[in-house]
């Protein structure tokens, strides 16, 4: 029985020791696999991966901010001025082309001209004269700087004659003006516009007094016709 009990406790010295060195080595790889996969995670969470010449965080979205003044985020050593982006290296990324916006036009201030109807007509007419249609003409020329919007013609009478014929009469003038404007200089007549006033608005006032000669004479600045134009430079 002693040699028997003395072989067992023998044996028990061999392998005790062995299974629990072995259970202990096993126990270390699996903690260090543990500690070596935590690390690798809290790497990850700190630096990321490269994404388009800077470093991401594990979200795969913000882009890891530093330190260096040179630039809002951390460079790859791969990274090149093209993969600069705006919210990392802001001043690097190619401004778009700025546009020159046309200058507004320039708005002119309506222009009236004043003709006198002597210098168109004769006396007591509505027919224009040559003389009236070279002034015409001179007047058609000064449009082409503009880019008008409309002409109006206003036609004016002395106070010799009664009212309605002197309105009649003014009305007539603007639109053989009109007639003229559209069919020898090529005006479009939607854009010319005619009114008479008749013996209204007269220049002379009441300072002309006499016989009806001395008047016809005196009230010629009240016969006239008024062009005015509106539009841009």
């Not at 700190?46 to 003044?69: F, T």
């Not at 168109?120 to 001179?138: H, M």
């Not at 004659?161 to 003038?173: A, E, H, I, P, Q």
Request: include cysteine; aromatic fraction near 6%.
């Amino acid at each position: 029985m002693k040699t028997i009990s003395a072989k067992i406790y023998l044996l028990g010295m061999l392998v005790l020791p062995a299974f629990i060195s072995g259970v202990a080595s096993a126990y270390n790889e699996h903690d260090e696999a543990g500690i070596a996969t935590t690390h690798d995670h809290a790497e990850e969470g700190q630096v990321g991966e490269k994404s388009s010449g800077y470093l991401i965080d594990s979200s795969g979205n913000a882009v890891v901010r530093n330190s260096d003044p040179d630039s809002l985020c951390w460079r790859v050593g791969t990274w090149e001025k093209k993969d600069a982006t705006m919210e990392c290296d802001p001043d690097l990324v190619p401004k778009p082309e700025q546009v020159a916006e046309a200058p507004a036009p320039v708005i002119a201030p309506p222009e009236k001209i004043t003709f006198s109807a002597d210098a168109l007509f004769d006396f007591d007419s509505a027919t224009l004269k040559p003389e009236g249609e070279l002034a015409l003409d001179s007047f058609a020329d000064k449009l082409a700087s503009l880019n008008y919007d409309l002409i109006i013609a206003v036609g004016y009478a002395d106070r010799i004659g009664n009212d309605d014929y002197n309105k009649d009469l003014s009305v007539r003038r603007a639109e053989s003006v009109k007639e003229y404007l559209v069919a020898h200089k090529g005006i479009d007549q939607d854009r010319v516009f005619t009114d008479g006033k008749g013996e209204a608005n007269p220049v002379t006032g009441d300072s002309c007094q006499g016989d009806r000669s001395g008047l016809i004479e005196c009230l010629a600045p009240d016969r006239r016709v008024e062009i005015e134009v509106a539009g841009t430079r």
